[in-house]
């Protein structure tokens, strides 16, 4: 049988697990075809929005009773490390459409842990399915709007969007400068400020139409890199959200974020993998030029020559300390019975992000040296695509110094830095 292209980072799945991944292989030619194409044109390929709905991944990790998949971070990372070996920019982009999910599952959880009293129990539950249910059972797409272009001393991330109670809802203004499939998706959790809050206690959420009054696209960007996945982000101006549409009990966020076992939403780890899953690429079609390519004096492939041969042995060092730390925070933050307590978890998932960053990024300078001019420096061409991809790993989320600096805080102070601030 062969292997999956998950299975490179994944080893060991399960039956159940095997089946997703399957359903994520079968869409991969697809992506692959046009992904040249998304880089060059700057501009996420719609089309892919139907092609993963048809596969039934965008509903990977919802639950069976939601009309989902079923799967869990393990088929996360599974699915955007292989997406990601065909175009990074969807498989990005079907990473925060993912990343919606933990906005159901931590409800339930903290629901089921009794953090939530009687009163607020069932606008909490309603708010929970009804993100799962438009990602299982509607298999709509969703963009997931909590990032802001400032930061402050102490966090991460500062929510500047603020929600103030009207008659019947909030009215939400702001500016959201990050957050995958802008025009795209469907609709759009957006997380904002309730007035009167200072702190991360008034953070809520809300589901914003993509198409209501008041909302609009920021101006376009031209990224670097992963540049098919429509991150310009959105202006809100007096945005009306009915209640239904909205989980706006002080404290109801940081209540849920209490239930994720890593990573602050509990799925972040699975958005590295993208990043891993591109240099996984670029090594593989690195390698096979080196094979392919031969001396015009001899018949001897270039990949034989000690040149090539020690950027190789480089290749492999960086690919091989990417995969070792990612499969171990998948691990930490999947095994049934915990393995370190969560603040450990938190520290390790500081550190892993900017060492697969780092690690895929100077893979992908090695196989430009190894492919040449010749081979490695077209600007659409696969080796300069993945530099320019695997550059965006450096800065996104939070760069490695940030993660080296927070962990290091974290060890020496034993209490983790704010991720989430407000303005």
């Not at 292209?5 to 079968?26: C, H, Y």
């Not at 639950?63 to 799967?71: I, Y």
């Not at 969807?90 to 990473?95: A, N, Y």
């Not at 999947?334 to 780092?358: D, H, Q, Y």
Request: aromatic share 8%; glycine share 10%.
């Amino acid at each position: 049988m062969n292997k999956l292209t998950g299975q490179f980072l994944i080893e060991d799945m399960t039956p159940a697990e095997i089946a997703r991944a399957e359903r994520v292989e079968s869409v991969l030619p697809a992506l692959r075809a046009v992904a040249a194409e998304v880089d060059a044109r700057g501009e996420f390929h719609r089309p892919h929005v139907k092609t993963l709905s048809d596969a039934g991944l965008l509903g990977l990790i919802v639950p069976e009773a939601h009309g989902g998949l079923g799967g869990g971070l393990r088929d996360l990372c599974a699915a955007t490390f292989a997406l990601a070996t065909a175009c990074p920019s969807t498989s990005l982009t079907f990473f925060f459409h993912c990343s919606s999910a933990s906005r159901g599952l931590l409800a339930l959880e903290a629901l089921d842990e009794g953090l939530f009293n009687a009163q607020e129990a069932p606008q909490v539950r309603a708010f929970a399915e009804q993100v799962l249910d438009t990602m299982g059972r509607k298999g709509c797409w969703l963009a997931n709007f909590a990032s802001e272009s400032e930061k402050s001393e102490k966090a991460a991330i500062t929510i500047g969007t603020t929600a103030k109670a009207t008659e019947g809802g909030y009215l939400l203004n702001g500016v959201k400068s990050f957050g995958c499939a802008t025009g795209v998706a469907d609709r759009y959790l957006v997380t904002a400020s309730l007035e009167g809050y200072h702190t991360a206690e008034g953070l809520c959420t809300f589901f914003v139409e993509r198409d209501a009054p008041g909302v609009s696209e920021r101006e376009h960007w031209d990224a670097i890199g992963m540049r098919g996945t429509a991150t310009h982000g959105i202006i809100l101006r007096d945005v009306f959200v009915p209640t239904a549409n909205a989980l706006a009990i002080p404290a109801a966020f940081t209540r849920c974020m209490q239930m994720s076992r890593g990573s602050f939403v509990g799925n972040q780890v699975a958005g590295i993998a993208c990043y891993l899953g591109a240099a996984h690429a670029l090594y593989q079609y690195t390698i096979g030029e080196l094979r392919r390519k031969t001396f015009a004096d001899s018949d001897k492939s270039i990949g034989t020559a000690p040149y090539q041969q020690e950027l190789i042995g480089h290749m492999l060092v960086e690919l091989e300390t990417a995969s070792v730390w990612l499969r171990r925070q998948v691990e930490l933050e999947s095994s049934a019975t915990p393995l370190l307590p969560k603040p450990e978890v938190v520290k390790r998932w500081r550190l892993c992000k900017g060492v697969v960053a780092e690690a895929a990024f100077n893979l992908a300078a090695y196989c430009v040296k190894a492919c040449g001019t010749g081979g490695g420096t077209g600007n659409h061409g696969v080796p300069a695509r993945a530099l320019r991809d695997l550059c965006m790993g450096l800065v996104q989320a939070f760069p490695a110094e940030r993660g080296r600096l927070m962990a290091a805080q974290m060890e020496i102070e034993g209490s983790e830095q704010a991720q989430f601030g407000t303005r």
